[in-house]
């Protein structure tokens, strides 16, 4: 049982950290993914004007 437990907390901190290192890149691609469609719409509505 102790070798157990000492698995679960080694493993924990690292669960965590990778958990929230794919967050911030999820993150990170909704953002640039935001910014081109706001791009495309900005060149859409550009082009409707002129």
Do not use: D, Q
């Not at 081109?36 to 002129?50: A, P």
């Amino acid at each position: 049982m102790i070798g157990y437990r000492n698995v679960l907390v080694h493993t924990r901190p690292f669960r965590v950290w990778n958990f929230s290192i794919e967050f911030l890149r999820s993150i990170r691609r909704l953002r640039v993914a935001y910014r081109n469609l706001l791009m495309n719409l900005l060149c859409e509505s550009k082009n409707l004007l002129s």
